[in-house]
């Protein structure tokens, strides 16, 4: 009953200030929607950067030409050959999937229409290990894949620069020196994590690839698809050991080809991303200390200009406890007050933001409590000096306090 009626007084006493107390809370309001806002768009990143690198493929393993990523990054290596992509297919058991290709730039021209972008040459094991879902049309047939036909699967944004709104199957593209029949159309994955558009891509058969463009048989680059529940570390090391030996490379030689582990680097990724959240994090709160502050600021004034009240209460019979409750209380309902308003404005700004950043929005009710949790706490711990002072006032003095 006692701690209700406390409760009234302090919910009487901050709607008498209602603007001082606003801007009392104000600190606090900043303070938790900061922490909220970074948290929550943190890990919106972190889902999105996990979500991109697994659209490139299930388990992958990418082995690349040389050991440095770039335009000249296998100019002093040997490209590997079919053979190497049938030999790691053959002798690494936990191996679903193997997909060779060779990729360069290319200008592709429809009518007035021209854009430079990427053709690669693959096999269909490229769709499988790379998850890519045909949105129309179809995959390349057996016979386009051995004779190295001139047809072509192109991806959403090859399609909109070249055939705007018009379908594109069944039209030609030319590439290069030759044209080719769009016979498929990828289904659109977006933005990748590295910056780079997914969908601009033109996919022709290998072996098209290898006589219409390229001029060789090279294989520049083998993504490699591991069974689910197989050890992806296991596999890689079992691969550059199979690879040493074909390509040669003895004793303490270095490798002149690179396995990535694609698990690894959205774990290298996800971590940065998470340490990244968790400073900025700890950034904003430093202003929750400062909206502390204000609170007890605050209440010093209003203890000074309560002090004949204060003296009233204790005059007639209140006990010391029940004044610092009284304060304690204001102060925890202002910073709790500071907390709500802060929870309701931050999760609105992250929705905003997410949408803007095309993140997606992860609603975290963790940090929410928290968060909620610790503005509560500054309220009881910047409010106890001021409460103190007030429950320790003498009554004399106070009663003469104009």
């Keep these: 009953m006692m701690l209700a009626n406390t409760l009234l007084l302090a919910l009487r006493e901050i709607r008498r200030n209602v603007l001082r107390s606003f801007l009392t809370i104000l600190g606090i309001v900043i303070g938790v929607a900061a922490v909220i806002v970074m948290v929550t768009i943190g890990g919106g990143a972190t889902a999105q950067v996990t979500e991109q690198i697994a659209s490139l493929g299930s388990n992958l393993l990418m082995v690349r030409v040389g050991q440095r990523m770039g335009p000249s990054q296998g100019s002093a290596a040997p490209p590997f050959a079919m053979e190497d992509v049938d030999a790691i297919y053959r002798e ?29 040459g693959v096999d269909n094991q490229f769709f499988t290990v790379r998850n890519w879902t045909i949105q129309s049309g179809r995959r390349f047939l057996d016979t386009e894949l051995r004779s190295g036909k001139a047809v072509c699967v192109i991806g959403a944004t090859i399609a909109k620069e070249l055939f705007g709104a018009q379908p594109p199957l069944g039209h030609k593209i030319r590439l290069g020196n030759f044209s ?102 700890a950034v904003a709160a430093v202003s929750l200390l400062v909206g502390g502050i204000g609170i007890m600021n605050i209440m010093l004034v209003s203890v000074t200009e309560r002090t004949r009240e204060i003296g009233i209460r204790l005059a007639i019979g209140a006990l010391e406890r ?16 500071g907390g709500t308003i802060g929870i309701l404005f931050a999760l609105s700004a992250s929705y905003g933001l997410a949408g803007l950043l095309s993140i997606p929005f992860i609603f975290n009710p963790g940090i929410v409590i928290i968060a909620f949790l610790f503005s509560a706490a500054v309220g009881i711990i910047f409010g106890f000096f001021p409460a103190r002072k007030a429950a320790r006032l003498d009554p004399i003095d106070a009663l003469r306090h104009e």
């Design 180 to 281: 080719c029949e769009v016979t498929g159309l990828l289904e659109a994955k977006g933005q990748s994590t590295f910056g780079s558009d997914q969908d601009d891509l033109i996919l022709i058969p290998l072996r098209t690839f290898q006589r219409r463009i390229a001029g060789n048989q090279d294989i520049s680059l083998i993504q490699v698809s591991v069974a689910e529940g197989r050890s992806t570390d296991k596999a890689k090391s079992d691969i550059e050991d199979l690879l040493r030996e074909r390509r040669h490379i003895s004793g303490s030689k270095s490798d002149n080809f690179q396995v990535m582990d694609m698990k690894e680097i959205t774990r290298m990724l996800t971590g940065t991303t998470q340490i990244l959240t968790t400073l900025l994090g």
């Design 92 to 120: 690494i058991p936990a191996i679903v999937g193997v997909a060779p290709s060779a990729s360069q730039r290319v200008t592709a021209v429809y009518g007035n229409a021209n854009w430079a972008t990427s053709v690669t």
């Design 322 to 337: 029940e004044v610092l409750l009284q304060f304690l209380v204001e102060a925890m309902v202002l910073s709790s007050f």
